[in-house]
């Protein structure tokens, strides 16, 4: 068993629809990350947090250290949303554990 | 530069030969990471520097992986005797802070495809 597992693995989705993608974890961690890696390859950070929830922009993410549960909501998609978003978690001082992420699509 | 920058960008080998790919990190950034990444996978750890010092080489998958950052700056990832296994994209990432619990800033990758 993965010791980091999101889902759905794929998610289609129309414009303007919420969306919302989980992230499970078995192992203790000291922070969760939520990235976004688009074809290509690039990923950028969106989120780190360790606690609670944060919102950044139609982005909102949050974790329930207790449940070992986080989720990321994109309200309002847009087709440029169309990426994927994988969910890694801090289990070392300098480990990052990744999710095999979730392939959205967004179409207009 | 703006970010974290990686060379080259594509690189094909033939199976046994040696490879170099190169991590170029946000000036001042203490931590640089390297992770694999096979297709339809998410990333992996390879190791970890915290400036010039490998703290956590845990992650290379064989002896024949080896990385450095002499100088705390610029590192490079090594693949000796290159195998068809090794194919994958190799992603390197800087953060300000020491350890994983910083936000990292990733490199576009360098995909590896040996022959």
């Known amino acids: 068993k993965n010791e980091v597992e999101q889902s759905p693995q794929n998610l289609t989705a129309q414009e303007g629809e919420f969306i919302t993608i989980n992230c499970s974890y078995s192992?203790?961690?000291?922070?969760l990350h939520w990235l976004q890696q688009h074809p290509g390859g690039g990923i950028v950070s969106l989120f780190m947090?360790?606690?609670g929830k944060k919102k950044h922009g139609r982005l909102i993410a949050t974790i329930n250290i207790q449940e070992k549960h986080s989720s990321l909501h994109i309200t309002a998609s847009h087709p440029r949303d169309s990426a994927v978003y994988i969910c890694a978690v801090s289990v070392a001082p300098d480990k990052l554990i990744f999710g095999t992420g979730t392939r959205l699509q967004v179409f207009p | 530069g703006a970010g974290v920058s990686q060379s080259p960008r594509y690189k094909v080998a033939k199976r046994g030969q040696d490879v170099a790919l190169r991590c170029d990190p946000i000036s001042g950034h203490v931590s640089l990471f390297w992770y694999q990444q096979a297709l339809g996978q998410g990333p992996e750890f390879l190791t970890y520097f915290q400036n010039e010092a490998q703290l956590d080489k845990s992650g290379l998958p064989s002896d024949r992986f080896f990385a450095e950052r002499p100088e705390g700056s610029v590192s490079t990832l090594k693949i000796q005797r290159t195998q068809q296994e090794d194919s994958a994209v190799y992603l390197c990432a800087s953060s300000w802070d020491r350890g994983s619990t910083d936000t990292q800033y990733f490199g576009p990758g360098t995909r590896l495809t040996v022959l």
């Open positions: 192992v203790g961690i000291s922070a």
């Open positions: 947090l360790s606690s």
